[in-house]
């Protein structure tokens, strides 16, 4: 039952503290330990909140904060006629409908089938059939007079049954687009002769479902707000914190006047990417375009809930080879983009003017007024939306040739309507394409709407611009080029494989995502950039030079910055500081002959923009095309899956419409009450079935103080008695470290229990029972959570984790809150999870051996801290007992290769053995991040 024994490299690894191979030296516990043991003289829970809120109030959303609305546009309730209310007044009630009126369905169980079949399974219509067959034959063999009734006949009386549900109901429209300008000499091209669909629905209806969602009660913002620390520094988190729907209140107070005050600013969220469905005769592209709106908060629209809808399906023009690159053409393409935006938004443009009396998601009625807000898209849909040539900044005027030439800083001028107005009547088309990448003879869809600039509405990318563009596609083809002009393609790759191999080592822990093979896979997702960030930075050091992996650590410390959910002016200078350092070491690649003519890109270049379209926007990650492109599975791939695949759009749409209305009903029905639990889990993920052993890492509920408790179950066929149990485990001396546990609770004060003589100690406990895991609860907004920002971590300790190898997870314990980053932390490593009674008192314990730092400081050129196992005086590494309420969270160790080479037989099961130091990985999710950092 131990862990596997070390497996020995086949060199010494080298000392993170220098260059040199020596081993780290062998450093033995000293009396009293360098760790203080941590002593429970209250109650175990309540240090356990204790010591997690001042950690998390240190890092994250502050409880301490205060919040400062728009004095005028306030989002204040009125009545249905749009008189304000008086303070406190609770929302009128909802229309009238009786408890058990669920129509079109019989009752709750009848809507919950229909969900079931056409949300969850989507089950298709011929399984449909077959089912309710079955279903009937059930029926006529059990029921005793032979007779009962199915959900339903059949497929048409399921979706006709779907089709008749009322709420949620916006039904598609079109319109068509030809070319009209004057036609050319010769034969007319096929695209001439076209007419472009264009299937959209009504956007206003869409917000007014948006906005009147109960599920969303709790997560909206019905006026633009300032939120500050405890030491009166900015909070940047949801859309409504940052400075761009202030500015906009502040211009609807000049323009409204005497209607301003009460109002509700609705900011437009906007979204469009082109996305294709892979059939084996070939592709068909789809270009939808999402609705969301600013109100809700940014973890609603993160959580694939029904805070983003699908707006319309854009016309893709195409055309033969010979055409396709004429001018003419690709002018007309942008037209059709621009126009058909500007129609399909046309149903707000009166309300962005004149308020119009809505009912909200907390019941009440407000005033609301619109204006077209962020637009979420990658860079090559920023350049169409902003009508500028590839290669220039859509946000600035800086050059295509010298984008980055600012040393981190932006000194250039801003693009914006009347700059490029002014531009045009200064210059013809060829002058403004080449000197200011402008796209002149087409007309951006914002100037057709009151207060709207495309230039300051784009939002920005984090998967684009940062994940998959500087990182997956600039960074690590980068390494590999220089690996093979210093070493040549063979010598290149045998440091690829072994780079691949450290990859494929890296211990296991919750969410990583394993590569048995490395990274040397064609298809990149997403994903797959986010989980190769976590293991990347540790597998190249001692391959490539010192400064090519500090500027890598300096483009991950931004990218993990810019990320956080919470951002504060603390945040935003260590957001400047990494770009800054990242600049300057990114030089390498230059001098190495990987980037000969510097790095003029835009991907890159947008990340100078972050820190004002933060201060604008709010947190980055509540806006990112990662919404719109997981939108893409249930708005367009699946549909289309289900579809006949011959002239599938309509049968997508179809598709969409029922789901949205399936959805909306379910929202109508729960607000009611009428439903015994939820159908559809709030985070559009499996509801928790209460499995003890599932990862979910979604923790639903409010924000609460975290905690760390033991499997539900304890592990079968394992000894309970003390003595056979330490024999089983193959530590015999548990006996002794449980009763040295013991004394630190109940008699330690000052004294440290290695110290005092063992007689002296309270008597082990007789039985002891195993588990196999214990679960860590916190409050971690940043990486995947539920609504109150609570995260679920399954820590292990078993020697087989569900028929597969031994896993004896990592985990941080507090040391002290008060000081900052690793400083504050114990590392330790789990082998076991067992609890016993004593004196009517339960303990959760843990056998643990324990990491110190090798140096004071992190590593000069990962940015992290590096730990080697502390050893006894036998040299086997130290062991002891602590309470489980010590565990703050799981913790991620890689080890330290340096310029060894790993053996083909090393796996990610041994790698906690196999290494003499490791480092703390703070990379492998956020919130570790901020606690390492």
């Known amino acids: 039952m131990h862990p596997a024994p070390p497996i020995q490299l086949p060199s010494v690894l080298p000392s993170p503290r220098s260059s040199s191979p020596a081993s780290p030296s062998l450093r033995f516990p000293s009396s009293p330990p360098r760790y203080s043991p941590r002593r429970y003289h209250t109650p175990p829970s309540a240090r356990r909140s204790q010591t997690q809120s001042n950690r998390s109030s240190s890092r994250s959303c502050s409880p301490c904060r205060t919040t400062r609305t728009h004095p005028v546009i306030s989002g204040c309730p009125c009545d249905i006629e749009g008189q304000y209310l008086p303070s406190n007044t609770p929302p009128p009630p909802l229309e009238f409908r009786a408890n058990d009126d669920y129509s079109p369905f019989i009752n709750g169980s009848h809507f919950k089938i229909a969900n079931f079949l056409f949300t969850k399974e989507q089950m298709s219509g011929g399984k449909v059939n077959k089912f309710m067959e079955l279903w009937d034959e059930w029926n006529k063999t059990i029921l005793p007079d032979g007779e009962g009734d199915v959900p339903f006949a059949n497929k048409d009386d399921l979706h006709s049954t779907i089709d008749s549900i009322t709420v949620g109901d916006t039904l598609w429209q079109s319109f068509s687009v030809i070319y009209e300008g004057d036609p050319p000499d010769g034969e007319l091209p096929t695209w001439m002769q076209k007419k472009f669909d264009i299937w959209f629905r009504c956007p206003r209806s869409i917000l007014h479902h948006q906005l009147g969602n109960a599920d969303f009660a709790k997560d909206m913002d019905y006026s633009p707000k300032r939120v500050f620390t405890k030491d009166r520094k900015r909070e940047y988190c949801d859309f409504m914190s940052g400075d761009w729907a202030w500015r906009q209140a502040d211009e609807l107070v000049k323009t409204l006047v005497d209607d301003a005050q009460g109002t509700t600013f609705c900011p437009v969220v906007l979204g469009s990417d082109k996305t294709t469905v892979s059939v084996a005769t070939g592709s068909n592209e789809y270009y939808p375009v999402y609705i969301s709106n600013g109100l809700v908060h940014n973890n609603a629209r993160r959580a694939r809930r029904n805070a983003v809808s699908v707006l319309a399906f854009l016309a893709i023009p195409k055309t033969d080879r010979e055409h396709a690159s004429s001018k003419l053409f690709r002018k007309f393409r942008r037209q059709v983009f621009h126009a058909s935006l500007e129609c399909i938004l046309g149903s707000l443009k009166p309300y962005m003017t004149t308020p119009e009396i809505i009912r909200c998601a907390d019941g009440h009625f407000r005033r609301v007024i619109y204006g077209l807000g962020p637009y979420i898209a990658d860079y090559p849909e920023q350049v169409l939306l902003a009508c500028v040539v590839q290669g220039w900044c859509p946000q600035c005027t800086a050059r295509d040739d010298d984008l980055d030439n600012l040393d981190g800083q932006d000194r250039t001028t801003r693009r914006s309507h009347e700059h490029t107005s002014a531009l045009l009547e200064a210059f013809n088309l060829k002058e403004l394409w080449d000197g200011y990448g402008i796209v002149g003879d087409v007309v951006p869809f914002?100037?057709?709407?009151?207060?709207?600039?495309?230039?300051?509405?784009?939002?920005?990318?984090?998967?684009?611009?940062?994940?998959?563009?500087?990182?997956?596609?600039?960074?690590?083809?980068?390494?590999?080029?220089?690996?093979?002009?210093?070493?040549?393609?063979?010598?290149?790759?045998?440091?690829?494989?072994?780079?691949?191999?450290?990859?494929?080592?890296?211990?296991?822990?919750?969410?990583?995502?394993?590569?048995?093979?490395?990274?040397?896979?064609?298809?990149?997702?997403?994903?797959?950039?986010?989980?190769?960030?976590?293991?990347?930075?540790?597998?190249?050091?001692?391959?490539?030079?010192?400064?090519?992996?500090?500027?890598?650590?300096?483009?991950?410390?931004?990218?993990?910055?810019?990320?956080?959910?919470v951002i504060t002016e603390d945040t935003l200078l260590e957001i400047d500081e990494a770009l800054t350092q990242f600049h300057q070491e990114r030089t390498v690649f230059e001098e190495a002959g990987v980037r000969p003519d510097g790095f003029s890109l835009p991907r890159q270049h947008s990340l100078s923009h972050y820190r004002q379209l933060i201060q604008m926007f709010g947190a980055p990650n509540g806006l990112c095309s990662s919404i719109t492109e997981s939108k893409h599975i249930a708005a367009v791939k699946e549909p289309w899956r289900r579809s006949s695949r011959f002239e599938a759009l309509g049968q997508m749409l179809v598709t969409n419409q029922r789901l949205d209305k399936l959805a909306a009903l379910h929202v109508d029905l729960a607000k009611r009450d009428m439903l015994n639990a939820p159908v559809l889990p709030r985070n559009g993920q499996d509801n928790n079935t209460g499995n003890d052993d599932d990862d979910n890492p979604i923790a639903e509920g409010e924000r609460i103080m975290g905690e760390v408790k033991l499997a539900k179950c304890s592990t079968r066929g394992v000894p309970r008695l003390m003595g056979d149990f330490a024999d089983f485990i193959g530590v015999p001396q548990l006996p002794e470290l449980t009763r040295r546990f013991l004394f630190d609770q109940f008699q330690g004060g000052d004294i440290d229990s290695m110290s005092v003589n063992l007689d002296d100690c309270p008597q082990a406990p007789t039985h002891v029972f195993q588990y196999p895991s214990a679960v860590a609860i916190y409050y971690a907004p940043s990486d995947l959570s539920g609504f109150g920002g609570m995260h679920r971590e399954r820590i292990r300790a078993v020697p087989s984790w569900r028929k597969g190898p031994s896993q004896y997870d990592c985990a941080f314990l507090e040391k002290d809150p008060n000081l900052a980053g690793f400083r504050g932390l114990h590392v330790v490593r789990i082998l076991c999870f067992f609890k016993f009674r004593l004196n009517k008192t339960q303990f959760p314990c843990a056998l643990v051996t324990w990491f110190s730092p090798i140096d004071n400081e992190p590593c000069e050129d990962t940015g992290m801290w590096v730990v080697e196992p502390d050893l006894d005086r036998n040299g086997d590494r130290a062991m002891s007992v602590i309470h489980v309420d010590c565990i703050l969270r799981g913790a991620h160790l890689i080890g330290v290769a340096g310029k060894a080479k790993l053996p083909r037989q090393l796996t990610y099961s041994d790698s906690l053995d196999a290494f003499k130091a490791f480092y703390v990985n703070k990379y492998v999710d956020h919130q570790s991040h901020e606690i390492a950092y």
């Open 446 to 565: 914002t100037v057709a709407f009151p207060r709207a600039d495309i230039h300051e509405m784009l939002s920005p990318d984090l998967l684009h611009q940062v994940i998959k563009g500087t990182f997956k596609d600039h960074l690590v083809a980068w390494v590999e080029e220089y690996l093979e002009l210093i070493h040549g393609k063979a010598g290149a790759a045998a440091i690829l494989a072994d780079i691949d191999r450290r990859i494929a080592a890296a211990p296991s822990f919750p969410g990583l995502r394993r590569f048995p093979e490395g990274r040397g896979f064609n298809q990149w997702t997403g994903d797959d950039s986010k989980a190769l960030m976590k293991v990347y930075l540790p597998a190249i050091s001692g391959h490539v030079p010192s400064q090519m992996v500090r500027a890598l650590s300096a483009f991950m410390d931004f990218c993990y910055l810019v990320r956080r959910s």
